[in-house]
């Protein structure tokens, strides 16, 4: 057998597809070679003084770590530091198994080698829990900062969360490895012998979205849910609980209460973009505290927390106070359960929908000069506040475009014999609204960050993007520079797709489906000649295109998830 990942990818922390030669070393015409593993080998019988000493090697590394076995270094102790990477962080060493060429001498300075990496600060079989500090954590940063989290998985029985965070990370670097962590986990997490506690909730919470991003849909939820009763069982969702379990430390302390809170807003993300199931946690009632600036999560020093009552009564107290991007984006979520609420389709001029739509503009006008954009004056990703934009434009769409005129705007000048109904003015402010923020998003596919460091839910907010310009070219009849706009932006959605596809299936999926749509209207555009009162596809057709079930294998990867309705 060989490792995941070819050396070309390892050294580059890139994801391999695994392939004989993979295609990173197609394209960019080097050799592709793997390293050798002993796992399952079934060759012919060793020396007896070889055998002892890969006894011996096995015993040595289940004695410095017991949560890992032999065969996972084994498999992994073939990948090699990146010669850019910081030194502070070490991702690997390459060392070889006893079956080597080397011999018994090379093996006693291998030893060596591991004796003194795993007593280092991280050990040679983290590589896949570094990669998800790189790459993942800033996405949803509920478990406890890098150096207070790993002397806690060096010291206590929490390997089921570990094994959750190098599943995580594996997204990153080896396609296989994620599937093999993936199976492990299931008989982890509802199988194991973990206590029912807040790390259990963390392991659940982080496994949910670990399947989401894979296109496991359906799975993703119930992992979600049971991480929902299990954390309100507990009770995560009263302030003490944070005090009561944090024994002493402020950033275990810290990391309960973002634990509640990211469950409530995953569960709004869920709702929002998947409509898999209804808001869980929406309407349940919390005192816990906000989160602190992730620069002070980080650091260490944690300023004294404040409530959301606190938030709530700071846009009238006499001086008004900056709160934490991770709260901003808490905020936002609130307003997108608000909006989901509303019943679909409703019915015109209904006051929830002006509502909503006057909490998502005062959010926005409302918000510290230093909030009003995703990057730090630094020019450094804000991961909280981008997100917190991301799903403010995300429920612009989901409240406007549904009410939207998109299929009345080529009839807007029959009107010699009657004015125009009421309700399609109103129709025409709902798409403006749905088209502006569409482009809001598009924006954020632009900025200097690499699209896969943003949660995977970005790529759920990119489709609902696509899909309002694919409403809009399919609907109306544009003129040749407009019609070039809405070309660009959906080549821009499409292409953001594709890089995301790179480490989230769930993006290749949305990728193949808008681009099915969208090549269907190009051929049309070219074929058919523009009809002055008639868009090529109506708004329903279009979707029902993207929506198609033969473009989705509910057996094998649950719903795609935008509402038709």
Request: glycine share 6%; aromatic share 8%; proline share 4%.
């Amino acid at each position: 057998m060989v490792a995941a990942a070819c050396e070309a990818c390892r050294n580059k922390h890139l994801k391999c597809d695994g392939n004989q030669v993979c295609g990173r070393c197609t394209t960019e015409n080097i050799e592709c070679r793997y390293v050798k593993s002993r796992r399952g080998y079934k060759g012919p019988r060793r020396e007896k003084q070889q055998r002892t000493q890969s006894l011996q090697y096995d015993n040595l590394i289940r004695g410095m770590r017991p949560s890992h076995g032999a065969e996972f270094f084994h498999e992994h102790l073939g990948f090699s530091r990146d010669a850019g990477q910081d030194q502070s962080t070490p991702a690997s060493v390459a060392l070889q198994s006893p079956s080597s060429s080397a011999g018994v001498g090379s093996l006693r300075h291998n030893l060596t080698i591991a004796q003194q990496t795993l007593n280092a600060e991280v050990d040679v079989a983290a590589e896949f829990v570094e990669a998800y500090y790189f790459y993942s954590h800033a996405a949803h940063p509920f478990l406890m900062p890098r150096a207070h989290m790993l002397p806690i998985l060096q010291t206590r029985s929490l390997h089921h969360l570990e094994t959750v965070m190098k599943y995580i990370g594996a997204s990153y670097i080896s396609q296989a490895a994620t599937r093999s962590f993936a199976q492990g986990l299931e008989k982890e997490l509802y199988g194991g012998s973990y206590p029912q506690d807040g790390f259990m909730v963390q392991a659940m919470l982080l496994f949910a979205i670990g399947l989401d991003a894979n296109n496991q849909q359906q799975r993703a939820s119930q992992v979600l849910r049971d991480a929902q009763d299990l954390a309100q069982a507990l009770g995560l969702q009263r302030r003490e609980f944070a005090s009561i379990n944090g024994e002493g430390s402020a950033a275990l302390e810290e990391s309960w209460r973002r634990t509640w809170w990211e469950l409530y807003v995953v569960d709004g993300m869920f709702a929002g973009v998947h409509k898999i199931s209804s808001s869980k946690l929406a309407s349940v009632s919390t005192d816990v505290l906000l989160p602190c600036e992730e620069i002070d999560y980080v650091a260490g020093v944690l300023p004294p927390a404040r409530s959301l009552k606190d938030y709530d009564d700071n846009c009238f107290l006499p001086e008004e106070t900056c709160f934490s991007s991770y709260t901003y984006r808490i905020d936002i979520i609130r307003i997108l359960h608000q909006v989901l609420e509303i019943p679909q389709p409703g019915f015109p001029d209904d006051p929830a929908v002006d509502s909503a739509d006057t909490c998502i503009a005062n959010w926005v006008m409302n918000l510290p000069t230093s909030k009003r954009f995703s990057l730090t004056e630094s020019g450094q990703n804000d991961e909280m506040m981008f997100q917190a934009h991301m799903i403010a434009n995300a429920a612009t769409i989901l409240l406007h475009r549904q009410r939207s005129s998109f299929d009345s705007f080529a009839v807007q000048q029959v009107n010699s014999c009657a004015p125009p109904a009421s309700s399609t003015n109103h129709g025409q402010i709902h798409a403006v609204k749905a088209i502006q923020a569409a482009g809001n998003i598009s924006k954020l596919i632009t900025l200097p960050t690499p699209l896969t460091h943003h949660s995977h839910f970005f790529t759920c907010v990119v489709t609902l993007a696509a899909i309002v310009y694919l409403s809009q070219w399919s609907s109306t009849t544009l003129h040749v520079a407009e019609n070039e706009i809405v070309k660009k932006r959906l080549q821009l959605a499409i292409g953001a797709l594709n890089a995301m596809s790179e480490v989230w299936p769930i993006a290749g999926m949305a990728r193949g489906q808008v681009k099915s749509v969208a090549q269907e209207l190009f051929a049309a555009k070219e074929t058919v000649p523009a009809n002055p009162l008639f868009g090529i596809l109506t708004d329903d057709e279009m979707l029902r295109s993207i929506m198609n079930e033969e473009m989705i294998d509910e057996s094998e990867n649950g719903s795609w998830g935008i509402t038709t309705n």
